[in-house]
């Protein structure tokens, strides 16, 4: 069965700094492009970022460019999103999600990001 | 930047078809494909590559795309059925959601 479990959420100042991860299993995760996709309350759905199986292609939203970093470990099935110079509109629930072709195709249940003063 | 248009609300009565359009410049060169996100739960994919369903997603959901526009039909709609819809859409190595369609079946 395809897992993937998001963690790291949490309340943080404008500024600060918070690293998410997403723990992949059921599958082989070295073999899939993954996502982020945030949400923030009672809004839509908004990419973040994308990166490629052997992490040579990423992509960015504008909205996050120059402040967030996607990486992932394949060794450790791993994926993870490092936010920096973080923004009140920056609040959302994060999700990673697998990559299937042009959608994704499973989802974490999400990890809750505030960041308020 | 890309935009995918939908319309903010759709109702319709249970056995009805529902239809949600999604309008993008161009969209049809793309594939599209669509979410159901009901509340407090996470987005599930149930139309890739414009009109394909994956496994376990019920055949009265299907899709097409051409043109500028995606469309999402629902036929023989049930109340299970309710919640938001999104599309979604490659443009310029970006990812691209619509604004999302509540859909009220009433």
């Known amino acids: 069965e395809v897992q993937l479990v998001e963690s790291g959420g949490g309340l943080v100042k404008p500024g600060g700094s918070l690293r998410l991860s997403c723990a992949a299993s059921?599958?082989?995760?070295?073999?899939?492009?993954m996502n982020w996709v945030r949400q923030a309350p009672g809004k839509g759905l908004e990419w973040v970022s994308s990166i490629s199986t052997s992490s040579s292609y990423i992509y960015y939203a504008d909205s996050v460019k120059g402040r967030f970093t996607i990486s992932r470990d394949n060794a450790k099935n791993s994926l993870y999103l490092q936010m920096n110079s973080l923004r009140v509109e920056d609040t959302a629930v994060y999700y990673c999600?697998?990559?299937?072709?042009?959608?994704?195709?499973?989802w974490g249940q999400g990890t809750l990001v505030t960041v308020s003063s | 930047s890309y935009e995918l248009t939908q319309p903010p609300s759709l109702s319709v009565s249970p056995g009805q078809t529902a239809s949600i359009t999604c309008s993008g410049d161009?969209?049809?060169?793309?594939?599209a494909c669509w979410y159901q996100q009901k509340p407090g739960q996470s987005p599930v994919l149930v139309i890739y590559h414009d009109n394909k369903r994956p496994s376990g997603i019920p055949e009265r959901f299907s899709g097409s795309n051409s043109g500028n526009t995606a469309t999402l039909t629902i036929s023989g709609t049930q109340a299970m059925d309710e919640g938001d819809y999104y599309c979604?859409?490659?443009?310029?190595?970006?990812?691209?959601f619509g604004g999302g369609t509540k859909l009220t079946v009433l």
């Open positions: 059921g599958f082989t995760f070295s073999s899939y492009s």
């Open positions: 979604q859409a490659w443009d310029s190595s970006t990812v691209v």
């Open positions: 161009k969209l049809g060169d793309n594939y």
């Open positions: 999600a697998r990559e299937l072709g042009t959608a994704s195709d499973y």
